[in-house]
């Protein structure tokens, strides 16, 4: 039997020492990894052309565009057999939902307002995220990036209260991830799916070389930069 053809990855560029600017393609490539699946990373050059003009999307052999990376990861699985999760109980499968959410849906934020607004911080994630464009779109296109990003966190709740606030919930989500991780190698004591999600959010979260109180709380929880240490050289070891 052949085997199918890559898929093709479709991300932002390597940021910062992460393969991607973007924690969604960071999950995906670690799943794409973990579950043995052949595929190759290309960086999106102008607007994504998913379907729902988000990155990360893949492009299959039979031409399908699919967006999204839980859809894709669910996709994927089904037609090619693969199931991260099949050792998981109810238990854990409701804990991983819930970790799940918590991560992107709410350190997701923390981390997008940490990269955008602070000045000092929005000054470094201008270079590192529009510098590289070529003629006069480094200067162009980040206003109004910005101002979508700031839009975004208006409506989410975070552009509507202090600082301290922000901070405070971001202690209270590592708090809890610290505490269920705990000293066991994976999140729910074996591989599963949402350790490809604990490492690409902790990773986004600790590597922009802001060294503010995002990287410092997270630094502070020595297991998840152990875990994500791990999980690095286990799986994008060259
Ligand atoms: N639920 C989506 C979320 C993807 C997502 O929010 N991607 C961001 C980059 S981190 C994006 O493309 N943002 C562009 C936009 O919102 O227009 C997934 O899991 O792939």
């Given at each position: 039997m052949t085997s199918p053809a890559p898929v093709i990855l479709w991300q932002s560029p390597p940021c910062w020492g992460t393969p991607s600017s973007s924690p969604f393609c960071i999950k995906l490539e670690a799943w794409l990894r973990m579950g043995g699946v052949a595929y190759e990373a290309r960086v999106i050059a102008g607007l994504p052309r998913s379907p729902t003009r988000k990155i990360p999307y893949v492009e299959l052999a039979d031409g399908r565009l699919i967006a999204d990376s839980g859809v894709i990861m669910e996709t994927l699985g089904r037609e090619r057999g693969i199931?991260?999760?099949?050792?998981?109980d109810a238990r854990a499968r409701g804990l991983a939902v819930a970790a799940r959410r918590l991560l992107e849906d709410h350190l997701y934020w923390v981390i997008a307002w940490d990269r955008w607004v602070p000045e000092a911080h929005w000054t470094k994630t201008r270079q590192a995220y529009f510098g590289g464009l070529p003629g006069p779109l480094p200067w162009l296109v980040p206003p109004f990036a910005r101002r979508a990003v700031r839009q975004a966190l208006h409506g989410q709740g975070f552009g509507r209260v202090s600082d301290a606030a922000i901070l405070d919930r971001l202690n209270e989500d590592l708090d809890a991830l610290s505490a269920l991780l705990g000293d066991q190698e994976h999140l729910l004591g074996q591989l599963a799916t949402i350790d490809a999600i604990l490492f690409a959010f902790v990773l986004a979260a600790l590597q922009p070389p802001f060294d503010g109180p995002v990287q410092r709380a997270v630094a502070e929880r020595t297991n998840l930069v152990r875990f994500c240490e791990r999980f690095e050289r286990r799986w994008f070891s060259p």
């Amino acid at each position: 039997m052949t085997s199918p053809a890559p898929v093709i990855l479709w991300q932002s560029p390597p940021c910062w020492g992460t393969p991607s600017s973007s924690p969604f393609c960071i999950k995906l490539e670690a799943w794409l990894r973990m579950g043995g699946v052949a595929y190759e990373a290309r960086v999106i050059a102008g607007l994504p052309r998913s379907p729902t003009r988000k990155i990360p999307y893949v492009e299959l052999a039979d031409g399908r565009l699919i967006a999204d990376s839980g859809v894709i990861m669910e996709t994927l699985g089904r037609e090619r057999g693969i199931d991260l999760d099949a050792g998981l109980d109810a238990r854990a499968r409701g804990l991983a939902v819930a970790a799940r959410r918590l991560l992107e849906d709410h350190l997701y934020w923390v981390i997008a307002w940490d990269r955008w607004v602070p000045e000092a911080h929005w000054t470094k994630t201008r270079q590192a995220y529009f510098g590289g464009l070529p003629g006069p779109l480094p200067w162009l296109v980040p206003p109004f990036a910005r101002r979508a990003v700031r839009q975004a966190l208006h409506g989410q709740g975070f552009g509507r209260v202090s600082d301290a606030a922000i901070l405070d919930r971001l202690n209270e989500d590592l708090d809890a991830l610290s505490a269920l991780l705990g000293d066991q190698e994976h999140l729910l004591g074996q591989l599963a799916t949402i350790d490809a999600i604990l490492f690409a959010f902790v990773l986004a979260a600790l590597q922009p070389p802001f060294d503010g109180p995002v990287q410092r709380a997270v630094a502070e929880r020595t297991n998840l930069v152990r875990f994500c240490e791990r999980f690095e050289r286990r799986w994008f070891s060259p």
